[in-house]
C-alpha cells in the first residue's frame, strides 16, 4: 500500500465534524446510456446471449429476442472464454440496456468478454421504473476489451446507481479506451470492482447539458480498483450550472476487507480535477493517485484522506492546486505521501477545530492563491497544523486577531517556515491588531513577508505581528 515506510491510514485518526476542458479524444467507439422520460415507459424486451460460444454482436441467431436496439435490453451470457465483439454493423446503435447479470437467475453470470469495436458508437438508456434491465451494469467478473490502436469510448448518459454500477471484474483492457459519465448519471462503484483501465471522465461537453448532475461514487468496496495502463480520472467542468462530482463516501471502504480505495503502479496516473472532488463522512481511506486542481475546481474533505503517490504532472507532489478550493472541515487530517503545492485559488479551513496536513514526505510550498484559517466564520479563530516543513515564497496569508490579542487564529508549522519577500501577511484585511501574534511555533528563516496591516518582528520559535 504504502511505499513510504509509513501507514498513511494510522495518521488519519480524527473524526471531522471553470471552464470545462474539451476531451481531446477523436474518432473512438462510444457506449452511451440516456436518461427516458419517465412519464413515458416503453416496454422493454430484454435479450440475451444464447449462442454459448463467442460471436459477432450484429448476428440475431446469437440472440434469443433479436439483436439489441432502443427497445431491447442486452444481457450478456457466457463463461470466461466467450468473446463477444461489436463489429462495424453497430456504429451508431442505440439499445435499452447492458448488464451482465440475470436478476431472475435463469441464465448464468458473464464471464467472458465484451470486446469494443473501432470507432462504433453504442448508446445505452436507462429507464428509472426498469432498474433490473436498463442501464450499464458491470457487475459480474467480466471484462470489457479494446484491441484498436484507435481507442474506444464508453459513455453512460442518465439514470441513478440503481442503474449504472460497476461492482466487479475489469472495466478496460487491452489498449486503453475512455469511459465517460455523462447526461445526468449517477454511478456507483463498489463491491469487488477489480481494475479500470480506461480512462475515467465525469461530465462531457456535448452530452446532457439539461439532464442533471454527474457522480461518480465509491462506495462499500471490499477491495481496491487497480488502475491500470497509466489511465486517469478527469473530472471536467461544470456545464449550464451543472456540476461533475467524484465522491468517496462515509462508507467508501469495508473494514477488515480494503482500506485504499485506489491504487495504481503507474507512475502517471492522476486524478485531473476541474469541478469537485469530495471526501465525506468520517474515517480514513487513501489514493495513490495524487490529485491536480484547475482553476474553478474544489477538493473538499470533511473526513481522512491519504494520497500515497505523485507524479510529474503534479509537480512531483501529492496535490498540485493551480486554481480553485481546498476546503477542510471539522479538525480533517490530510495525509501526503510528497507535498502539496499551493499555487492559485484557495486553502480554507472551516470551523474551530484543528485541520492538519500531514506530510510523510516533501513540502508543503505557497507560491501563490491564498491561505485563510476559519474562513466560515473569522471569529472561531480556528488552526491549521502543517506536521512538516513550509516554503513560503508567495501568496497571502489572510489571518485575523480579536482586538487585544485574546481571540486569534494560528498557523503551526512544526518542522520549519521559510518565507520570502513576495509572500503576503494580510491581518484583519486592515490594522488595529494591539498585541503581538505568533505566526508559528516553529523555527522561521529567510526574507520576512510583506505584512498589511501590522508590524513584523522575529520572536524565540516563530516570527510574530504586532500593531502598526
Same mark, same amino acid.
Given at each position: 500500500m504504502n511505499i513510504f515506510g509509513r501507514d498513511l491510514l494510522s495518521r488519519l485518526r480524527r473524526r471531522p465534524d471553470r471552464t470545462p476542458r474539451r476531451s481531446p479524444w477523436?474518432?473512438?467507439?462510444?457506449?452511451?446510456? +440516456?436518461?427516458?422520460? +419517465?412519464r413515458i415507459v416503453p416496454a422493454v424486451t430484454v435479450t440475451h446471449w444464447t449462442v454459448g460460444a463467442s460471436g459477432i454482436w450484429s448476428n440475431a441467431a446469437n440472440w434469443d429476442n433479436g439483436v439489441p436496439d432502443a427497445t431491447h435490453a442486452a444481457e450478456l451470457v457466457g463463461t470466461s472464454g466467450v468473446t463477444i465483439t461489436l463489429d462495424s454493423l453497430t456504429t451508431n446503435m442505440t439499445i435499452a440496456g447492458l448488464t451482465t447479470h440475470d436478476p431472475s437467475g435463469v441464465f448464468a453470470d458473464f464471464t467472458g468478454t465484451l470486446e469494443l469495436a473501432k470507432g462504433a458508437t453504442l448508446t445505452v438508456t436507462s429507464d428509472a421504473t426498469d432498474t433490473s434491465n436498463t442501464g450499464f451494469k458491470w457487475t459480474t467478473n467480466a471484462t470489457i476489451k479494446n484491441d484498436h490502436t484507435t481507442d474506444s469510448i464508453l459513455l453512460t448518459g442518465g439514470g441513478s446507481t440503481a442503474n449504472n454500477k460497476f461492482s466487479a471484474g475489469t472495466i478496460g483492457s487491452g489498449n486503453?479506451?475512455?469511459?465517460?459519465?455523462? /447526461?445526468?448519471?449517477?454511478?456507483?462503484?463498489?463491491?469487488?470492482?477489480?481494475?479500470?483501465?480506461?480512462?475515467? =471522465?465525469?461530465?462531457?461537453?456535448?452530452?446532457?447539458?439539461?439532464? /442533471?448532475?454527474n457522480w461518480v461514487t465509491f462506495h462499500n468496496q471490499t477491495q481496491t480498483l487497480a488502475i491500470n495502463g497509466g489511465a486517469n480520472i478527469t473530472v471536467n467542468g461544470p456545464v449550464s450550472s451543472l456540476d461533475n462530482w467524484l465522491v468517496f463516501?462515509?462508507?467508501?471502504? =469495508?473494514?477488515?476487507?480494503a482500506n485504499q480505495a485506489i491504487s495504481t503502479a503507474a507512475s502517471s496516473s492522476y486524478i485531473n480535477n476541474y469541478d469537485k472532488v469530495v471526501r465525506s463522512g468520517a474515517g480514513g481511506i487513501s489514493i495513490d493517485t495524487p490529485i491536480y486542481n484547475n482553476s474553478g475546481s474544489e477538493l473538499q474533505l470533511t473526513a481522512g484522506l491519504g494520497v500515497n503517490k505523485s507524479n510529474a504532472t503534479t509537480g512531483n507532489n501529492s496535490i498540485d492546486q493551480q486554481g480553485g478550493t481546498t476546503d477542510l472541515s471539522g479538525g480533517v487530517t490530510l495525509a501526503l505521501a510528497q507535498g502539496f503545492l499551493l499555487n492559485g485559488g484557495y486553502l480554507l479551513t472551516y470551523g474551530t477545530a484543528t485541520d492538519t496536513i500531514d506530510l510523510i514526505g516533501g513540502t508543503m510550498t505557497m507560491s501563490g492563491g491564498t491561505l485563510q484559517i476559519s474562513a466560515d466564520n473569522t471569529a472561531n479563530?480556528?488552526?491549521?497544523?502543517?506536521?512538516?516543513?513550509?516554503?513560503?515564497?508567495?501568496?497571502?496569508?489572510?489571518?485575523y486577531v480579536q482586538t487585544g490579542g485574546v481571540g486569534r487564529d494560528l498557523l503551526n508549522v512544526t518542522s520549519g517556515l521559510t518565507t520570502q519577500a513576495a509572500a503576503t501577511l494580510r491581518v484583519n484585511g486592515a490594522s488595529g491588531i494591539g498585541s503581538w501574534w505568533v505566526v508559528t511555533y516553529a523555527s522561521q528563516a529567510g526574507a520576512k513577508p510583506t505584512i498589511i496591516g501590522a508590524q513584523y518582528d522575529n520572536v524565540p520559535g516563530g516570527f510574530a505581528v504586532k500593531s502598526s
Open positions: 477523436q474518432d473512438r467507439a462510444v457506449l452511451g446510456v +440516456e436518461r427516458l422520460d +419517465e486503453k479506451a475512455t469511459l465517460y459519465i455523462a /447526461g445526468g448519471t449517477d454511478f456507483l462503484i463498489s463491491a469487488s470492482a477489480s481494475a479500470l483501465g480506461d480512462d475515467l =471522465v465525469i461530465g462531457k461537453d456535448d452530452q446532457g447539458t439539461a439532464s /442533471g448532475n463516501d462515509t462508507d467508501t471502504t =469495508v473494514p477488515g476487507m479563530y480556528g488552526q491549521l497544523t502543517v506536521q512538516g516543513s513550509m516554503t513560503w515564497s508567495g501568496g497571502t496569508y489572510q489571518t
